[in-house]
């Protein structure tokens, strides 16, 4: 199977202080991975490295057989990018904003597609301000696969959705993967994860501390309920001991 992205020994520090250390990570094509941690744990130094918008002390990167850095023109062609935080002016439509980061592309998706398949289609007037926080968020993933992309970062991608819209967009992302698009992904949601990911990482303190399926996870610990799972590999705290 075909290897998608390719991370190796990549580190990053702030000063003295360490934000990520030895981070390797394989994802092949087609696969949806998905990279947890607590806040504060390297989720986001980890994918900024990788896209290239920070530059790392040490590692190498692929995507799609290319240099985040040195092809970054190339590269972006065939990736799309959502992040938790993105901020757009506030006078802009939906379709404006969609039309402008169509424009932006050679082989750009039709975007009204996307707006149908996400429930945004009564929305393509409204200005980005006044749409509720699922709406956007549900917005920055559709802006993210405009480009038509061979792989997708999503960060935090259903946040402030309901059960129902989450639902709708897992549905959504599926489909994409049985067309091939590779799919890298961070989510606080457990059910999310087993429901979308085909492998994980898990972060801690910069360290990846477990790579490898949800069934490994359980199987390699003490608990049943993935959610305790990943809070055991994490080391948080777990209030209800399911063993």
């Known amino acids: 199977m075909e290897t998608t992205i390719k991370v190796q020994n990549l580190c990053k520090s702030y000063g003295n202080i360490p934000a990520i250390k030895d981070i390797n990570i394989s994802v092949n094509q087609g696969e949806v991975f998905g990279l947890l941690g607590a806040n504060g744990a390297g989720k986001s130094t980890t994918i900024e490295c990788i896209l290239g918008t920070k530059i790392a002390e040490k590692g190498t ?3 799609l057989g290319m240099n985040p850095i040195a092809d970054r ?32 592309y050679k082989s750009a998706a039709n975007y009204t597609d996307l707006i149908e398949q996400f429930g945004l289609t009564d929305k393509l007037k409204s200005l980005v301000s006044e749409l509720s926080g699922g709406q956007r968020q549900k917005l920055f993933i ?15 991608l259903t946040t402030g959705l309901d059960t129902k819209a989450r639902r709708e967009v897992w549905h959504c992302l599926s489909r994409l993967k049985e067309q091939g698009l590779t799919i890298f992904l961070t989510s606080h949601f457990m059910d999310e994860v087993e429901a ?12 990846i501390v477990f790579t490898g399926t949800v069934t490994d996870a359980i199987q390699n610990s003490p608990y049943k309920d993935f959610e305790d799972v990943y809070l055991w590999y994490a080391e948080e705290e777990i209030e209800n001991e399911n063993l």
């Open 61 to 63: 990167v692929s995507i």
């Open 73 to 104: 023109k190339r590269l972006f062609e065939n990736v799309g990018v959502q992040f938790q935080e993105s901020n757009y002016q506030d006078k802009v439509t939906v379709s404006e904003l969609c039309e402008v980061t169509q424009s932006l």
């Open 196 to 207: 979308l990911c085909d492998r994980i990482a898990i972060l801690k303190k910069g360290q």
């Open 142 to 156: 559709v802006l993210a696969l405009i480009p038509n992309p061979k792989v997708v970062f999503l960060d935090e």
